[in-house]
């Protein structure tokens, strides 16, 4: 069956550190990929997509950037981080066409 | 006007009643809906997709009305454990196929 793992569970930066957070995929190949921000109280955010190596789609203008170098793996990342970058980060993956998503247990990051 | 609409609640009902959510959306042409839930500071997770006949999973019930654009969810014989936030996400044809769109949630707290 497929899993999704997703790492650190939580982080505290400060503000302007670089930030990485990595999400990987098991047991399919070729998933879609998603990054989700979730702040205090409110909904899911969409950051980023991927519907294969190398391939991104950014949803917002922001500080952050996503890459994905491998078939099974989706990273997350800023050079400098804003307070405003806190929140519960998402990664999720989907199968083809019409299939729901499934998300990893999320990041919790809190900028100080 | 939102692309997906959802009554925030929070609903508080007693244990073993029946909590009817509905969840309108704005994209005739949208293709696939879910319901999700999301537990208290953790990641949401699939609770049924929505098909057009309406589909019924133990106590969960979920109905989409294409011709007025909405999707309801219906639970029977409400435990605590149903005690969460949840999501109403519809795929809409014109994102393309690789995206959803979430509600921001309907809070329900089952009362004992």
């Known amino acids: 069956s497929q899993t999704i793992h997703q790492w650190p569970a939580t982080l505290v930066q400060p503000v302007g550190s670089p930030l990485s957070l990595e999400c990987t995929v098991e047991?399919?190949?070729?998933?879609?990929l998603y990054w989700y921000r979730q702040a205090a109280g409110r909904g899911l955010q969409l950051l980023f997509y991927?519907?294969?190596?190398?391939?991104i789609s950014s949803e917002v203008p922001q500080n952050l950037s996503a890459s994905r170098p491998q078939d099974r793996q989706f990273i997350l990342s800023s050079k400098k981080l804003l307070l405003s970058d806190s929140g519960f980060y998402l990664c999720?993956?989907?199968?083809?066409?019409?299939?729901?998503?499934?998300f990893g247990d999320g990041t919790r990051l809190s900028i100080l | 006007r939102k692309e997906v609409e959802q009554d925030p609640g929070p609903f508080n009902v007693p244990e073993g009643a029946t909590v009817a959510f509905n969840c309108t959306y704005s994209?005739?042409?949208?293709?696939?809906f879910f319901w999700y839930r999301q537990d208290c500071r953790k990641e949401p997770k699939l609770l049924m997709s929505?098909?057009?006949s309406g589909n019924e999973d133990g106590r969960f019930t979920a109905q989409l009305n294409r011709a007025s654009q909405y999707i309801s969810l219906l639970i029977r014989d409400s435990k605590l454990s149903d005690s969460a936030t949840y999501l109403c996400?519809?795929?809409?044809?014109?994102?393309?196929?690789?995206?959803?769109?979430f509600g921001t949630g309907t809070r329900l707290t089952i009362i004992p």
């Open positions: 991927s519907v294969g190596i190398g391939q």
């Open positions: 996400v519809v795929r809409g044809a014109n994102f393309g196929n690789e995206k959803l769109t």
């Open positions: 994209n005739s042409a949208s293709q696939s």
């Open positions: 999720a993956w989907s199968g083809e066409y019409n299939q729901p998503q499934h």
């Open positions: 929505v098909y057009s």
């Open positions: 047991g399919t190949s070729n998933p879609n």
